[in-house]
């Protein structure tokens, strides 16, 4: 895949379930499942390594990216409730809001019911269900970082 990828470019029409129909956005999701399915095996053997800040940060951008894409996308709503994450190795902030339309994500540095504040590898990992938000810091209403990992679960 890599080397049809680097044959093509990244501007390359290619098929796709988004609004992105290039190769470019197989490239970049090919590289960021590859990171956490790389962290899932590295967990089987025992001796885990976290995903490098900058595609971590990556990661994050496009799991809130491919949100209207889910087929289950419907279900994720709510009353307002607000997510704030915040990177403490490097830049990276987000506010997730719960709508009754839908989640809605913006890049910033906003209060939250509740905030989260861990390495970008362990934040991208707690949206894939990988990691409970027990290593990191967490001020607010915990229960809603529960909350949301059911609302996205596989």
Not at 13 to 30: I, K, N, Y
Not at 84 to 103: K, P, S
Not at 128 to 145: I, N, Q
């Amino acid at each position: 895949m890599t080397d049809a990828l680097l044959r093509v470019g990244p501007a390359s029409p290619a098929w796709s379930w988004t609004d992105d129909r290039t190769a470019g956005f197989w490239a970049r999701r090919q590289a960021n499942e590859t990171a956490v399915h790389r962290w899932d095996a590295q967990l089987a053997a025992g001796a885990t390594e976290p995903i490098e800040h900058d595609l971590a940060v990556d990661g994050i951008d496009e799991f809130f990216a491919l949100i209207p894409f889910w087929r289950r996308e419907s279900t994720l709503h709510g009353a307002g409730e607000s997510i704030h994450l915040h990177c403490t190795d490097g830049d990276g902030e987000w506010l997730v809001r719960l709508a009754a339309d839908g989640v809605l994500v913006t890049r910033e540095h906003a209060k939250g019911d509740v905030a989260m504040r861990a390495p970008a590898s362990d934040l991208l990992l707690f949206l894939y269900g990988r990691a409970d938000p027990s290593g990191a810091e967490v001020f607010g209403d915990a229960s809603l970082l529960e909350r949301w990992q059911q609302l996205v679960k596989w």
